[in-house]
């Protein structure tokens, strides 16, 4: 770490006490790789969020309705629940010839393929909790791609500037794959319908995978790549198919649970929402006593299953409350406006086919140019400054919507207030990645990068799902003020971080 990013720095654990990483030293020409897992991760994420939200108001969803949809969203929150058997185990036939990353990134690309073929077969949306189910799919094998990834990253570049160029072209590859999935299934669906829309990106988001599969083998391997592509491909539809059948079986069992407690489009959730965001934290107070105390070999910290997670509260002790705190309202302005904020400027008069130009070469190019200055940010400046600007300009995006709001129709200022949303949102978002990074403890990547990236995203997804009712009760001006003035929230723990260090382990 250099002089210039020590400042207000969050420590990371000290090399003497971590084992050299596993796995090759940082190689620039893995960067279009990355790009392409960005990308891979990225294309299917509008199609169960801001995609899916404007297909549910084309067919007459309520707005109340479609905000429960937002908690879809939450599943990439709680990653942390399997990130470690993503860490422990190899996928059959493709682990053992691509390595554990690699090999869960080709099952989730399989697995993202096929939700999202179920999902343009039930365009529909004749039978909500189908659509729910197969949204859950797409999410989750999305939110396993990531995971891999990620640890794959953090692997291969543990110090910020060897992380600044990964999660840049990684943001990039990601962003671009959002614009293309955003504007191209808008403006497919205008042209022959939703069904086709998501086929179109079913198509799209499986390039990665041959690519993927035309990579050299991790290591000596015997039974050649034919062999470990046909084993991989059996197993994982073996994988596919169970973990379809359980979400079906927890879905039908919770949807029976929110009819039995007299849950419906117009049941006002927020309160109860607010006080179940209150409860991680509540939790995490309870626990941090005795893991404090918990000595190298005790079961906590010990355990495979949430041992990552323990080391974390273990090594940053009460400023990991102060930490998870900040981090869940950093990114808050961007989560609340995601499923909102299409359906908003579709009731202002626009078409599927304005939003979706609106999301196109503008949001790319606003978007990679705000993710290429927070990648420049983070390898020159102090972090709590890339912090701080990176906020700032992701709450003028949400400002902008409410500008919007009170123009005449025309697409030039569409144009702006989506560029003033990308580029915020790009720059906060590359600044977020490398930030959650350095918090990591290098022996455990995946899995604790899982959880703060999981985390971050908890308590703004909880607040997304009960979105719709906030409009009805406090209009959209209201709501994207209020996301933005959240986002600026957070900034009031910056001096407060600077002080927090991470413990040597012991």
């Known amino acids: 770490m250099t002089a210039r990013t020590a400042d207000l720095t969050i420590a990371a ?94 099952l989730s690309q399989l697995g993202i393929f096929g939700s999202m073929v179920a999902m343009a077969l039930t365009a529909s949306d004749g039978d909500l909790w189908v659509t729910a189910w197969f949204a859950v799919l797409l999410a989750f094998w999305t939110t396993t791609l990531e995971v891999a990834a990620d640890a794959w990253r953090i692997e291969l570049g543990p110090t910020p500037e060897t992380q600044g160029p990964i999660a840049a072209a990684n943001q990039w590859g990601y962003r671009s794959a959002m614009v293309a999935a955003g504007s191209g299934a808008l403006i497919l669906a205008d042209m022959g319908g939703w069904s086709g829309a998501y086929l179109a990106i079913a198509a799209a988001a499986f390039v990665p995978f ?37 979400v079906a079986a927890l879905g039908y069992a919770l949807l029976s649970a929110g009819a039995w407690a007299g849950i419906d489009g117009g049941t006002n959730v927020t309160p109860y929402v607010l006080g179940l965001c209150m409860l991680p934290f509540v939790a995490m107070a309870l626990a941090l006593p005795r893991i404090r105390r918990a000595p190298p070999t005790s079961r906590l910290r010990a355990s495979a299953a949430i ?50 130009l609106a999301d196109s070469y503008i949001a790319l190019g606003a978007g990679i140019v705000g993710v290429t200055t927070g990648g420049w940010m983070v390898t020159r400046w102090p972090q709590a400054w890339t912090l701080v600007v990176g906020a700032v300009f ?113």
């Open 13 to 106: 654990v000290p090399s003497s006490a971590v084992p050299p990483l596993a796995g090759p030293a940082f190689d620039r020409r893995l960067l279009p790789m990355f790009g392409i897992l960005g990308f891979a991760a990225g294309l299917p994420f509008y199609m169960f969020s801001t995609v899916l939200a404007l297909r549910l108001q084309a067919h007459g969803v309520a707005l109340v309705v479609i905000g429960f949809f937002a908690w879809v969203q939450l599943l990439p929150t709680a990653k942390f629940l399997w990130a470690p058997l993503v860490d422990r185990y190899d996928v059959p036939g493709f682990g053992r010839y691509w390595g554990k990353r690699r090999g869960w990134m080709l």
């Open 210 to 246: 041959p690519l993927i599969a035309a990579t050299r083998a991790d290591g000596a391997h015997g039974g050649g790549r034919a062999v470990a592509l046909l084993t991989g491909a059996a197993a994982s539809v073996v994988i596919l198919g169970l973990f379809a059948l359980i």
């Open 307 to 356: 041992g990552p997670y323990v080391d974390f509260f273990w090594r940053y002790d009460r400023g990991a409350i102060v930490l998870l705190a900040f981090v869940s309202l950093y990114r808050m302005g961007d989560v609340l406006a995601l499923n909102l904020s299409k359906p908003m400027i579709r009731g202002l008069g626009y078409s599927l086919t304005q939003i979706g």
């Open 394 to 506: 992701a709450a003028f995006g949400n400002f902008g919507f409410v500008w919007l709001a009170h123009q005449p129709a025309t697409e030039l200022w569409l144009y702006l207030a989506t560029g003033a949303d990308q580029f915020g949102n790009g720059m906060a978002g590359a600044v977020f990645v490398v930030y959650l990074s350095m918090l990591v403890n290098p022996r455990f990547p995946g899995a604790q990068y899982a959880f703060l990236s999981g985390f971050a995203f908890l308590l703004p997804r909880l607040l997304a799902g009960a979105g719709g009712g906030m409009v009805l009760a406090i209009g959209y001006d209201g709501f994207f003020l209020l996301s933005g003035v959240v986002s600026l929230a957070a900034l009031a723990f910056v001096p407060v971080l600077g002080r927090i260090r991470a413990k040597d382990d012991a």
